[in-house]
C-alpha cells in the first residue's frame, strides 16, 4: 500500500515562492550594499525600471507603479537625493520636469543584473541545473503572459 503524501495547505505555496522571491532580494541587496550601492531598496528597482533609460515624469512613474504622483514623487526625491536619478527640464515641453536614471543608477542596475546571475547560480549549486529549469519552466507556465509587471508596489501598498 502507497504511502499517502502529507497533506500540503494551499496557504504554503505562495508563501514559499514570497520566501523565495524574498531570499533573493535580500541576498541581492545585501550584495549591493558591498557593492557601493547601500542606499538602494527593494522598491527603488521596481522605480529604476520604470523610469527607464529615457525617462519620465512623476505623473507617469506613478502609473507606471501603481501608486500615487505623491508617492512617486517621494520616492523620486529620495532616489534624486542619493544619487540615482536627476530631474530635468523635458527638450519637449518646458512645462514638464522629466525624472532620468544617473549613471549611479544605471550602475546599480547593471550590478542587480550581475548579482541575480550570481544567486542563480548559487541556486543551480545547491538545486541542480535540471530542478532549477524545471521550476524556472513550471512558473513561466503557471503565471500570467505579463508576468515581468512594473506596478507591484501599488499591488502590494493597494
Known sequence: MATAEPARPGYALPLLLLAGFRTLIDDLHAE???????????LHGFVLQAVGMDGTTATELGQRLGISKQAAGKTVDRLVAVGYLERIDDPADARRRLVRVTPRGADGLH?????FDQLRKRWVATLGPDRVAALEDDLSTVASANWFRL???GWFGG
Open 32 to 42: 549591493l550594499a558591498r557593492q557601493g550601492h547601500p542606499e538602494l531598496r527593494p
Open 111 to 115: 550590478r542587480s543584473a550581475q548579482i
Open 151 to 153: 506596478d507591484m508596489p
